[in-house]
């Protein structure tokens, strides 16, 4: 398997654009995406579909929760169904995950942080649709999933 990688200069988007407001930014071609966070702890000691449970259950989770966000809207248009962007992420652990779904919440970036019940084990986190350019600096320290 190979991969090719891009470099995308963007240009932020003016001071009047919300977050979720993503007319401008579609107009420059920018990609609709989810993040979805697993932790790398649980990735090494669960199953395997145990935690791609977990990350469907925070993406759809995530979707629901703002299904009337033009984003999301859009990401799930029949037009764009079969070609929605995800990119899978890992952090480190529970800490680390914790973090980073504060630091989202702190920034108003709307996600969902997975906790599995009974246990009241946050493991997964995953944003809405945003476009890339709103989204990409909170995620780029991350590595991918593997």
């Avoid at 029949?78 to 800490?95: D, F, I, Q, R, Y």
Wanted: proline share 4%.
């Amino acid at each position: 398997m190979s991969f090719t990688s891009k470099v995308v200069r963007v240009t932020p988007p003016s001071s009047s654009l919300e977050v979720g407001d993503s007319n401008e930014l579609k107009d420059s071609g920018d990609v609709l995406i989810q993040y979805v966070v697993l932790r790398r702890d649980l990735i090494d000691t669960w199953p395997l579909g145990s935690i791609i449970t977990q990350g469907c259950h925070a993406a759809v989770a995530a979707i629901w929760s703002h299904r009337d966000r033009e984003d999301t809207v859009t990401y799930l248009s029949e037009s764009n169904l079969n070609s929605m962007h995800k990119v899978t992420l890992e952090v480190k652990g529970e800490a680390q995950m914790k973090n980073l779904a504060g630091k989202l919440a702190a920034e108003g970036i709307e996600h969902k942080l997975w906790i599995e019940q009974p246990e009241n084990i946050a493991t997964c986190l995953a944003t809405r649709p945003y476009p890339k350019a709103l989204v990409f600096s909170y995620f780029k320290k991350l590595k991918l999933c593997k």
